[in-house]
């Protein structure tokens, strides 16, 4: 009994029952399951649909895109960085230099530098992520992050914004 696993017919006839037993095990198992969510995800489509069908019956506006000839309000650096940084969390008075508006190269463009002072490393990411999803025509250029000296994560960020008109 001792030396079992190392018998050959032993591994001649457990290796095929496991191969006979997966097919098995496939259909009466692992099948229902899949097709028990196959027919959740189709109810859930159907629903979806349904429930985009009533949207636009109620508001068929929604499918007429923006209109690209329209001009959008003038952008304002200052509106633009006090909200953002608002929702972020960072405090009030975010120090920001702005340049007057040049044109470079046929393009209108207006700089500005924004300096955050105090903030977590996630809340300067997140100020810059939501600048520039919430502005098209916004691109930072230079990032400069500045460690604290003695603070676990206190930073200060320098950021530098081109807006293209």
């Known amino acids: 009994m001792r030396d079992l696993h190392r018998n050959p017919i032993l591994y ?90 040049i044109t470079v190269n046929g393009k209108r463009r207006q700089d500005a530098t924004v300096k955050l002072k105090d903030v977590s490393i996630v809340q300067a990411a997140k100020f810059l992520s939501h600048m520039q999803s919430s502005y098209v025509n916004l691109q930072c250029d230079k990032l400069k992050l500045t460690r604290r000296k003695g603070m676990p994560d206190q930073w200060e960020a320098d950021l530098h914004f081109i807006y293209y008109y």
Not at 26 to 34: G, H, N, Q, S
Not at 73 to 95: M, Q, W
């Open 12 to 101: 001649y006839l457990l290796i095929p029952a496991l191969i006979g037993i997966w097919p098995l095990l496939v259909w009466a198992v692992y099948l229902p399951k899949t097709q028990e969510a196959c027919m959740d995800d189709h109810a859930q489509l159907i629903e979806g649909q349904t429930q985009i069908l009533r949207i636009l019956e109620l508001d068929p506006d929604r499918t007429k895109g923006a209109d690209p000839n329209r001009v959008v309000g003038e952008f304002v650096y200052g509106k633009a960085v006090e909200s953002t940084a608002n929702l972020c969390g960072i405090p009030r008075g975010c120090p920001t230099t702005i340049t007057p508006i």
